[in-house]
């Protein structure tokens, strides 16, 4: 079953213009991504520092490999593990604007608990819990737009 999940990654990653897409599922992370030769520099000079990308070269052949947690980036403390953004959006804490927060710093969630609202391409992604702990912080503001894979909350497992 969770092969046909990752024959679903492939093809999505194939038809986009995405290099790599990293997931968790059934307690198994994998990142799937194109070969790329990235070049990039910094204009470490007066002004505002520039990036430039050269040399993109996008080939047919995908990785797929398990990675661990702390490898992913995941972890931001020893205390914790990083809930991280499934997908870029707009991030919501609240339900609608005069409704109080699904959770805030210190509360208490259970697995599968509703922790913010992700609005993409004008559809709204809940984002649930993927086990039982404690809010340590939560990463990011209430309406500002995530990117993939970005930390929005940290949480200590129970």
């Known amino acids: ?32 991504s194109k070969q790329a030769n990235v070049v990039v520099q910094e204009n470490l000079g007066a002004g505002t520092p520039t990036t430039t ?3 993109l070269q996008h ?5 797929i490999e398990p990675i661990d947690a702390e490898e992913s980036g995941e ?15 707009t991030f919501y804490i609240t339900p609608t ?32 819990s993927e086990f039982d702990g404690t809010i340590i912080d939560i990463k990011v503001d209430n309406g500002q737009p995530v990117e993939y894979n970005q930390p929005l909350f940290l949480i200590k497992p129970s």
């Not at 990654?9 to 799937?32: A, D, H, T």
């Not at 972890?75 to 959006?89: A, K, T």
Request: hydrophobic share 35%.
């Open 97 to 128: 604007p005069d409704d109080d927060p699904f959770v805030s710093k210190g509360d208490s969630v259970k697995k599968g608990q509703t922790l913010c609202i992700i609005e993409a391409m004008k559809m709204m992604n809940e984002i649930e």
């Open 53 to 55: 990308i050269q040399n």
């Open 1 to 32: 079953m969770w092969q046909d999940k990752l024959k679903e990654i492939i093809y999505i990653l194939e038809n986009s213009n995405v290099n790599e897409i990293e997931i968790s599922f059934w307690g198994r992370k994998y990142r799937v």
């Open 59 to 63: 080939e047919k052949s995908d990785n």
């Open 75 to 89: 972890l931001d403390s020893n205390d914790g593990e990083g809930l991280l953004s499934p997908m870029p959006g």
